[in-house]
């Protein structure tokens, strides 16, 4: 695998599950067991209730484009190249996550708020893949 | 509202204002050495001696006190709050109580940021296993921009708002900074102009997008009673707010809403027993022209969603209904990085009249209501010539 010119994400012993997953290319998100509601990103305690009974339940790695932005002046050597579509993706399940749309236009005119959008891992290190989004059919 | 709260109206004044001797793009000075010109030219305004400050303020890693050090202050009040830009107007609220409390006589409060030369810069990366660096940069989340722009094109998606109305902003608070000696960009500039120029994350232009500057800033209080001996005029603290909602902008709640400054302003205006009719005056922190878009919406001086239209037909420009960013704000101005502290100074010279070809006539009442982080805070001042 040539190096890659990106940041690459530097698990806390927290996060380490999450990770652990998208390098098997599955989603998963915690779960917090005493008031049931999943979260994202990972933390040691559920950011609605703190309570720190946590479990990792996969996702269906579907949803919809919430907000995003082409970005023409981006991170120097940012392996996307620019410009490149940064996302914010609200997934079915409800948390929310950043990520790259790919697979796209990077053009404004091409895009839509609301569009369907599903999970693709980009592989970027032996122990590190990152999810990022591709166009989904209506309907799924 | 707790009575404790509005107990504080008016108690503490602002005194003296200053920024530092040069601004600019200033290789040969530090950081700490545009505190130390600002906090010196803010006590020769506020006509106090050094050695009467015994409450010291500012932002950033390890700063009040490293500035104490500097300037030879050893402080019994110290207050390092760090909530991005705004820091400073939250120093503000900060400050009032503590003097209110006995807790210290002069409060000094101190900005320097060689935020373009980067000299004597404390860091300012995080950590690779922060949550930042796992979750968001390696999505190509490029500084303050590409944050800014998530929340700009959620706005137009929501309410309509357009690239037009965002040059708006841009385009009237150059027309202040035109009546600035002190503003870095003073050239005429057109909407069109705005949208000409180019991309830097869409839906923000460049000229949507605020300078990055060296400069310092300081302000002086005390409380009402010592400040009417003082020589200038004092400028009572009305009205403060202050509230954090995240860091990393992933998190933010609603991408069209700027919640903290809800809170923030809420809490202004209900202590210091104000209507929005009453301010004469307004400083909207400006990094990104789509931020006093929602601060004007989060402050209560439109609905949500009217922003745009609110800032339409250069309303805030020089002879508009609603003077704002008078000194020529971030976008025309000055923005060193954390741009707080310059709104605080310009209110209190409108409010003493001492803002020559750009005072706004007879100006008693005015709001600061700054930003920090992408989104992340917001703190609120609400200022004024007289307690109502």
Known sequence: MPPYSGVIPVPTPETRPFWEAARRHQLVLPRCRACGRLHYHPRAACPFCLAGDLEWQPVSGRGRLHTFTVVHRGLPNFPLGVPYVLAIVELDEGPRMMTNLVGVEPDPARLRIGMRVEVTFADVSEEIALPHFRPAEEGR | ?388
């Open chain 2, 1 to 388: 509202m707790s009575a404790g709260l509005r107990r504080l109206r008016g108690r503490v004044a602002i005194v003296g204002v200053g920024e530092s001797d040069e601004m600019g793009r200033l290789p040969h000075k530090s950081a700490l050495a545009l505190h130390a010109e600002a906090a010196r030219n803010a006590l020769a305004d506020a006509g106090v001696a050094k050695a009467d400050v015994d409450g010291v303020f500012s932002a950033g890693r390890w700063m009040s006190a490293e500035t104490a050090e500097y300037l030879g202050i050893r402080p019994r009040f110290v207050d390092g709050t760090l909530i991005g830009g705004c820091s400073f107007i939250a120093h503000v609220e900060h400050a009032a109580a503590a003097i209110d409390a006995g807790l210290c006589d002069v409060a000094l409060i101190t900005h320097g940021e060689s935020g373009a030369s980067r000299v004597g810069m404390p860091g300012t990366r995080f950590a690779p296993d922060s949550e930042r660096m796992q979750f968001e940069t390696p999505f190509g989340l490029a500084g303050p921009p590409t944050g800014y722009a998530l929340a700009a094109a959620r706005h137009m998606h929501d309410f309509g708002t357009t690239g037009e109305q965002l040059a708006e902003v841009a385009v009237a608070t150059r027309k202040w900074a035109q009546l600035n000696p002190r503003a870095l960009m003073r050239d005429p500039l057109t909407i069109a102009d705005v949208l000409a120029s180019r991309l830097i994350a869409w839906p923000l232009h460049l000229l949507d997008c605020c300078l990055v500057t060296d400069a310092g800033g300081a302000v002086v209080l005390t409380a009402a009673e010592r400040a009417r001996d003082l020589p200038k005029p004092p400028v009572y603290v009305l009205g403060t707010g202050e509230c954090a909602t995240h860091v990393n902008v992933s998190q933010m709640a609603d991408f069209s809403r700027w919640e903290a400054a809800e809170v923030s302003a809420r809490q202004a205006f209900a202590m210091a027993g104000v209507a929005h009719a009453d301010i004469d005056h307004a400083m909207f922190y400006d990094a990104f022209t789509i931020v006093p878009i929602m601060g004007l919406e989060a402050a209560g001086f439109c609905k949500r969603g009217e922003g745009g239209a609110f800032v339409a037909g250069q309303r805030t420009a020089p002879g508009g209904a609603f003077p704002m960013n008078t000194n020529g704000g971030g976008l025309s101005y000055t923005h060193t990085g954390m741009y707080g502290i310059f709104t605080l100074i310009e209110a209190v010279r409108q409010l003493r009249g001492e803002c020559g070809a750009r005072q706004v006539a007879g100006a008693k009442i005015s709001i600061c209501h700054g930003l920090g982080g992408m989104f992340s805070a917001a703190a609120t001042l609400i200022a004024g010539t007289e307690i109502p």
